[in-house]
């Protein structure tokens, strides 16, 4: 059964700092991985989807990588800024016909100005 | 292009009355997702249709929680009779098929049954 485990829960940075969000799961196939946005009430957004056969991707200031074999994922973003406050959640797409998402608890970061 | 939409966007009600939840996808897309995402954890699937026939629903607790989508477009998401339990971020999301099988969410629906 596939788990993915974000770790630390929650994260405390000062402005300007560069970071890095873990996510890991226990089984290496998987379709896809997707990182996701959580503002307080509101939805989920989407950041970064990596494919199985993709290494990393990039947006902004945000850079997502996969590492299948190791079972872990990291997103870094760079220059933090307190607009970056929010939680994220990790999450792997089953390799099977419904493609649903399994997901992680979320780390939440704050960034003190 | 109109993103996925959701109402109410916050709803209390007392313990054993009931609640009703509606959601519009993405225009396109076929396959329509209800979550329940309680504080501090990851979203949980409750139910998964593909057009408006039900892909998978063995997370949906069927002797209170009820869910349709008719014409394979709309769907709404009914608890009866709530229990404290279900207070919690209702989301709903969307998605067309491959090669990636993004899901599009809407703002949630967030319940308290007090």
Redesign the interface.
Known sequence: KQE?TQIP?ALSVPEGENLVLNCSFTDSAI??L?W?RQDP??????LL?I?SSQREQTSGRLNASLDKSSGRSTLYIAASQPGDSATY?C?V?RVDS????I????TKLIIKP | EAG?A?SPRYKIIEKRQSVAFWCNPISGHATLYWYQQIL??????LI?FQNNGV??DSQLPKDRFSAERLKGVDSTLKIQPAKLEDSAVY?C?SSSR???????????T?LTVT
Request: hydrophobic residues 30%; aromatic residues 14%.
């Open positions: 993915v829960a379709y896809n997707q996701f009430g509101k939805g989920l957004t989407s989807l494919q959640l999450a797409r419904n493609y649903q998402l997901w992680g608890a979320g | 996925v959701q501090g954890q990851g979203p949980k699937l998964q892909v998978d989301l999301a491959g090669p990636t099988y993004e899901q599009y969410f809407g703002p949630g967030r």
